[in-house]
């Protein structure tokens, strides 16, 4: 199982050292276009595998794609992060030129790679590459919902005083600001809904907390997180190498799920080998059917500034 992580900065970093943890990658090959960078990152890491006993190889190339031939996955990291203030759709310019050049390259030497998007603005990065390239839909697969869905159970295990094993909870919709989707109806600790530990207002205050989650690290970071998205990535990497099965919300692109069409936005659906295997239809409140509609009409107001 050869694995492509693009980007070698904190994020693609954070993946490609979660994916080699975890042991069940041949090969990590991580690719930057800055000189040397990729290399370094890729010998600091190696260096750690007799400590961290695993026996992935991770391999570190300057901006040459061949090296990346026959992957099974690939990551798309790479654009430029959010800085304090700024807005996830407005990193769109740069970032999509970068994208649509980045997954071509990868197709060409990996004509059936499974590609996960986690440049932003996420959810139209996801759909460029939908519109730019020949991959089938279920192989184009945006990570947001993964890493919204992870803080959405830290700010419910925080506020309940609860061990986070007991928590589950689940983000759908875009990945931005307004436009998540953190469904308080199906969050359980230990099958019990958090409704029965949580009052109205506290529970609304940890779905406010979660939707601003990644503008709050940046504030306090000066610039994106990359702990929690280098691990979400891993989750979704092993889900798919390992033909796990396992749900995750992800970006996909919808032909009349949930009511929506021509869009990539966050829903559950199972991973497994094939990449995204099914969309899981779960029942909304109408509450929660009107955020998602109106998150749908946030992400496709973003799709409109692409130059397709």
């Known amino acids: 199982m050869k694995v492509t992580v693009v980007g070698a900065g904190a994020v693609g970093a954070s993946c490609a050292e979660y994916i080699a943890i975890k042991n069940f990658a041949s090969e990590v090959v991580l690719l930057d276009i800055k000189e ?133 909870g689940m983000v759908i919709g875009g990945h931005s600001d307004k436009g998540m989707v953190p469904l308080s109806s199906h969050a359980t600790r230990n099958s019990i809904n958090v409704s029965e530990y949580l009052s109205e207002d506290r529970l609304q205050q940890v779905v406010e907390a979660t939707k601003v989650g990644g503008a709050t690290l940046t504030k306090l970071l ?20 390992c033909d796990q099965k396992k749900m995750f919300p992800c970006s996909t692109y919808l032909e009349g799920e949930y009511g929506l069409n021509d869009i990539c936005i966050g829903v559950p659906v199972i991973l497994g080998k094939n990449g995204i295997e099914k969309i899981v239809d779960v029942p909304l409140s109408d509450a929660e059917k009107a955020k998602m509609q109106e998150s749908a009409t946030g992400v496709s107001k973003t799709n409109g500034l692409l130059d397709l």
């Open 36 to 168: 040397g960078y990729a290399e370094g990152k890729a010998m600091d890491l190696m260096q750690c595998a007799s400590l961290n006993g695993f026996d992935t190889k991770i391999t570190g190339v300057t901006n040459d794609y061949s090296k990346t031939a026959g992957s099974d996955i690939a990551v798309i990291t790479s654009g430029i992060p959010r800085k304090p203030g700024m807005t996830r759709e407005e990193l769109i310019g740069i970032n999509a030129g970068i994208v649509k050049t980045v997954s071509a390259s990868l197709i060409e030497h990996s004509p059936n790679v499974i590609m996960i998007v986690v440049s932003n603005p996420m959810d139209t990065m996801t759909y460029l590459v939908h519109k730019t390239t020949s991959l089938p839909k279920n192989k184009i697969i945006g990570m947001g919902g993964a890493l919204d869905s992870a803080r959405f159970k830290y700010r419910l295990a925080e506020a309940m005083e609860a061990p986070i094993s007991d928590i589950d």
């Open 222 to 241: 000066g610039t994106s997180a990359w702990y929690a998205p280098g691990a979400a990535v891993s989750g979704l990497v092993q889900a798919i190498a």
